[in-house]
């Protein structure tokens, strides 16, 4: 059965220093993989795709087939990327249901 | 363009109370979701519509049933309400599916007591 665990609950980091969100997956076959994040008083929105290979904000995520990881990382952080992350992995049947994480939190201080 | 609305936005319950929380989306949207999310956890999969007349189970389906009979509404529907479902519901819909990302509603606070 395919499992998203993102270990971090919260995490803190300062303003400019690099910011690295964990992502571990467990499924059988090829994985598609997403972060959602939310900002505060916002809905849930995408924030990129594994399949779309692109960058948002300034964040990337690299799937590690080996270590079945998706971590989201970002060079710099800013005071406005503090929000509440979700990996997502994509079952991959008809539907492409989408399952996800417990989330991070991410509080960039000034 | 409103994308998908949700409501109410907040609702307390009573245990054995019945409900339906409204989803609405104006994107001609194919697929269509509901999930719970409850303190601490990651959203859960109620039930999902691929199309209007067909819907399937997710992994948390029992105590809830849905229809989907145009295009545009996917309403969820609480018989019975009982403390294990106060949580956050969120609908979402996709036009092809997860791979292409879903759009998220704003979500409805349910609280049974």
């Known amino acids: 059965a395919q499992r998203v665990t993102q270990p971090e609950k919260l995490l803190s980091v300062f303003k400019g220093a690099p910011v690295e969100l964990k992502c571990n997956y467990s499924?059988?076959?090829?994985?598609?993989l997403f972060w959602y994040v939310q900002y505060s008083r916002q809905r849930l929105q995408l924030l990129l795709r594994h399949i779309s290979r692109e960058s948002i904000k300034g964040f990337t995520a690299d799937l590690n087939k080996g270590e079945t990881s998706f971590h989201l990382k970002k060079p710099f952080a800013q005071e406005e990327d503090s929000a509440m992350y979700y990996c997502?992995?994509?079952?991959?049947?008809?539907?492409?249901?989408?399952?996800f994480g417990t989330g991070t939190r991410l509080t960039v201080i000034p | 363009n409103a994308g998908v609305t949700q409501t109410p936005k907040f609702r307390i319950l009573k245990i054995g109370q019945s409900m339906t929380l409204q989803c609405a989306q104006d994107m001609n949207h194919n697929y269509m979701y509901w999930y719970r999310q409850d303190p601490g956890m990651g959203l859960k999969l109620i039930y999902y519509s691929v199309g209007a007349g067909i819907t399937d189970k997710g992994e948390v389906p029992n105590g809830y049933n849905v229809s989907r009979s145009t295009t545009e509404y996917f309403p969820l529907r609480l018989e019975l309400a009982a403390p294990s479902q106060t949580s956050v519901y969120f609908c979402a819909s996709s036009y092809l599916g997860g791979n292409y990302g879903y759009t998220f509603g704003s979500g409805t606070r349910l609280t049974v007591v």
């Open positions: 997502a992995l994509s079952d991959q049947t008809g539907a492409n249901n989408l399952f």
């Open positions: 499924y059988s076959g090829s994985p598609e």
